[in-house]
């Protein structure tokens, strides 16, 4: 069930501003994409259109060699799995209910037996099967985090996007989630997640892509994308690299 993405020289304007601007990529099945770039780079705008909601006004996005477009709306939902940067919580759903919602596409008026189980078996994965029953408003940010995930997961799908799935986090919390990605990894899923620290970048990817005012800056391995000079050129902040740890830390007085 591994699946390659591929973006075909996409281009998406927001009237006069060009947030991609001809970006070319490709993801194999189950591999780790990291999308990386300082604010306003183009990096949550990729994963809008690699996920259908954004029509780009010229390029394609392939999933296994099928034009993306051409795909139907609930063919699509299975497909691919997403954890957005901010969640609305509208009502105060329980876990349970919340993370039923993953199965949107499977579920004509009332979920299932089967539903029933792919929603506790995505909290499984997760590890939070014990917050089933708690109500989302009392969640720490970490086990929300997990929560979403889990939601995502529930829908069965082959491809998983993140955008900025540490941000808020502590440490801790940010481990659990950069681990929970490797893992999901191992399970044959392709990722694409928008990061913003280098370091996670550096740890969690098996390739990384370097936007930069809507176009490719630098694409390929971590450790020959993530180079000093390279990141000045785009974020202009020295930093440090030490590779046997892949830790890249800014240097600042
Ligand atoms: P990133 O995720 O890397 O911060 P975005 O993809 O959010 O970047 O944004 C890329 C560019 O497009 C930015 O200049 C941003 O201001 C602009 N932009 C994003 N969404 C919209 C929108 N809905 N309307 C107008 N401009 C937008």
């Not at 051409?70 to 876990?95: C, D, M, Y």
């Not at 005012?213 to 690299?241: C, D, H, M, S, W």
């Amino acid at each position: 069930m591994v699946i390659e993405i591929s973006v075909r020289d996409v281009k998406v304007y927001y009237r006069s501003i060009k947030a991609l601007d001809g970006v070319s990529i490709s993801v194999n099945g189950g591999e780790v994409l990291s999308i990386l770039g300082p604010n306003g780079a183009g990096k949550s705008t990729l994963l809008k259109v690699i996920n259908g909601v954004l029509r780009p006004v010229m390029g394609v996005v392939y999933i296994d060699n099928k034009n993306l477009l051409k795909i139907p709306r609930r063919e699509l939902a299975r497909r691919i799995g997403i954890v957005p940067q901010r969640v609305h919580l509208a009502t105060l759903l329980s876990v349970y209910d919340f993370v039923m919602t993953g199965r949107r596409s499977y579920i004509n008026l009332f979920p299932t037996k089967i539903d029933e189980e792919k929603v506790y078996e995505a909290l499984k994965v997760v590890g939070a099967l014990e917050l089933a029953n708690r109500s989302l408003d009392e969640l720490s940010g970490g086990e929300l985090q997990r929560v979403v995930i889990a939601r995502a997961l529930a829908g069965e799908p082959e491809v998983l996007l993140l955008d900025e799935p540490t941000n808020n986090l502590d440490l801790k919390y940010q481990i659990e989630v950069l681990n929970l990605i490797r893992s999901l990894r191992s399970r044959g899923l392709t990722i694409i997640v928008a990061l913003h620290d280098l370091t996670q970048a550096f740890r969690i990817s098996d390739k990384v892509l370097l936007l930069k005012g809507g176009r490719v800056y630098a694409v390929g391995r971590p450790e020959e994308v993530l180079k000093p000079e390279v990141i000045f050129e785009v974020y202009g902040v020295p930093t440090i690299v030490i590779r046997e740890h892949k830790i890249i830390a800014p240097l600042f007085q």
